[in-house]
């Protein structure tokens, strides 16, 4: 890692889906970091090499939010962290669009796996957070690429935890872990989630136009932005408001 420090190389690659720099020309999102969009491994900071079959322990930074009871805001479930494989070596996950259910290999609670423990006016002193990995002892030998997600917001429109702070990386697949020699037992294929057409139906519901409650509409009437239950315009880019959690229901996309 950079000189060590965990903490700081995890806050450095840490990527914002909902942030502006991360939209493209097409108004979609990239998955990750600019400069983890390819395999180069800065010094100190090499590509991590294990065997299939082999279980890793991720490792970030809870910043205050491990804590139900102490975190920030209080008393908030910290969402979700996920892992996502590309599916074959030296393959990519370019675009937050493709980091669906059938891609994704671990998933837990942000705090499940964590050490907290007060500190000055009982405030979180996140000691550590982590989780596990099992690699697949049929994983391809090579570069195989994954993406490390964090879901902090539960979207009510689309009734899901939607993934909004990631960061990438790869694992050089060198042999097989030992005692993992039986034949590997056939994949499981998660069946991919349909949560944007749910997105969808609730377009054609009523929403409140500009979040004010006096100003009902429904359907095609309606802006096309939708957040929950406010529905608001583009603005002068053509874009709707970069809050996380939204649906553009024009363009029939996540926000």
Not at 18 to 23: D, H, P, T
Not at 129 to 144: A, D
Not at 200 to 205: G, H, L, N, S, V
Not at 206 to 220: L, N, V, W, Y
């Amino acid at each position: 890692m950079d000189n060590g420090d965990w903490i700081r190389e995890s806050t450095y690659y840490l990527w914002d889906l909902a942030g502006e720099r991360a939209s493209n020309e097409e108004g979609g999102r990239h998955a990750c970091h600019p400069t983890q969009r390819e395999p180069k491994y800065p010094d100190k900071a090499p590509c991590t090499k294990a065997k299939a079959g082999q279980s890793l322990r991720l490792r970030f930074w809870g910043n205050g939010h491990a804590s139900f009871q102490w975190g920030r805001p209080l008393h908030r479930d910290p969402g979700l962290v996920r892992v996502y494989w590309a599916g074959a070596k030296n393959k990519e996950i370019v675009m937050a669009s493709e980091l669906t259910p059938d891609k994704m290999m671990a998933e837990g609670n942000f705090s499940a796996d964590a050490v907290t423990m007060p500190k000055d006016g009982n405030l979180p002193n996140d000691k550590a957070n982590w989780m596990q990995l099992n690699l697949p002892v049929n994983i391809p030998q090579g570069r195989n690429m994954f993406v490390w997600t964090w879901a902090p917001i539960w979207d009510k429109f689309a009734g899901r935890w939607r993934d909004q702070y990631t960061t990438c990386f790869d694992i050089i697949v060198e042999g097989k872990e030992e005692g993992n020699n039986i034949s590997p037992p056939p994949p499981v294929v998660k069946p991919i989630d349909d949560n944007d057409a749910k997105a969808k139906e609730q377009c054609a519901k009523e929403c409140s136009r500009g979040g004010q409650k006096q100003f009902p509409c429904s359907g095609d009437n309606c802006p096309p932005c939708r957040y929950d239950s406010g529905c608001y315009d583009y603005n002068d880019q053509g874009k709707c408001p970069n809050w996380p959690g939204g649906f553009d229901c024009k363009k029939g996309q996540a926000i």
